[in-house]
């Protein structure tokens, strides 16, 4: 990358997170159903085409999707003979585990959010559809077949069972581990 791709690519990255800062913040004073668009834009020092040109919605901004990079980096090395349902109960602590200090912290702040907000509660379902999906985009397989049923299930029983944990967490203001609200999660999957 030029020198000039490098500033631009560092300029968007601190606008994208100042914009993400200051709606975090907006959010926890006030309330994300209380909080408008142009609100954040103006805390951020941006224009509100400039929060769409970084984020779809407020939604997106808090509700944050992993990467298709990030999920099949979690599938990948993972024998392939093993279920959905195992590869998922390998995945998300992996996950969780890499995550450094700050970015748990910040987690944490979104699904307090989440969790104080139902909207949100009821949106995270269809964001735990959308990963599901792209946990079954991951798996190698035939290009262009459709996944197996069981894997359609195992994919939507284990995302939904994490967002289960997650709101927990949130609920108890981080008094329960995350970890351990995982496992009793996937556990009552009966895995």
Same mark, same amino acid.
């Given at each position: 990358? @030029?020198? =000039?791709?490098?500033?631009?690519?560092?300029?968007?990255?601190? @606008?994208?997170?100042?914009? $993400?800062?200051?709606?975090?913040?907006? +959010? /926890?004073? $006030?309330?994300? #159903?209380?909080?408008?668009?142009?609100?954040?834009?103006?805390?951020?020092?941006?224009?509100?085409? @400039?929060? !769409?040109?970084? +984020? &779809?919605?407020? #939604?997106?901004?808090?509700?944050?999707?992993?990467?298709? #990079? /990030?999920?099949? *980096?979690?599938?990948?090395? /993972?024998?392939?003979?093993?279920?959905?349902?195992?590869?998922?109960?390998?995945?998300? &602590?992996?996950?969780?585990?890499?995550?450094?200090?700050?970015?748990?912290? #910040?987690?944490?702040?979104?699904?307090?959010?989440?969790?104080? =907000? &139902?909207?949100?509660?009821?949106?995270? *379902?269809? +964001?735990?559809?959308?990963?599901?999906?792209? $946990?079954?985009?991951?798996? &190698?397989? %035939?290009?262009?077949?459709?996944? *197996?049923?069981?894997?359609? %299930?195992?994919?939507?029983? !284990?995302?939904?069972? !994490?967002?289960?944990?997650?709101? =927990?967490?949130?609920?108890?203001?981080?008094?329960?581990?995350?970890?351990?609200?995982?496992?009793?999660? $996937?556990?009552?999957?009966?895995?």
């Amino acid at each position: 990358m @030029t020198e =000039t791709g490098d500033w631009r690519k560092a300029r968007w990255e601190a @606008t994208h997170r100042r914009i $993400f800062t200051c709606a975090l913040a907006l +959010f /926890q004073d $006030f309330g994300f #159903e209380q909080v408008s668009v142009g609100q954040i834009a103006a805390r951020a020092k941006v224009s509100v085409p @400039t929060f !769409y040109a970084h +984020f &779809p919605s407020k #939604e997106h901004l808090i509700m944050a999707l992993p990467t298709p #990079e /990030q999920i099949s *980096a979690l599938i990948a090395g /993972q024998p392939a003979e093993l279920t959905m349902a195992e590869r998922l109960r390998r995945a998300v &602590p992996r996950f969780i585990a890499a995550m450094p200090p700050d970015e748990h912290e #910040e987690m944490a702040a979104r699904w307090r959010i989440i969790a104080d =907000t &139902p909207a949100l509660r009821i949106r995270a *379902a269809e +964001f735990e559809r959308t990963t599901a999906g792209m $946990f079954l985009d991951s798996l &190698p397989g %035939v290009t262009g077949a459709a996944p *197996a049923h069981a894997d359609v %299930v195992q994919a939507g029983a !284990y995302l939904a069972a !994490y967002t289960a944990a997650l709101l =927990t967490w949130a609920d108890s203001k981080g008094r329960r581990k995350l970890d351990e609200l995982i496992d009793e999660a $996937f556990r009552a999957l009966g895995g």
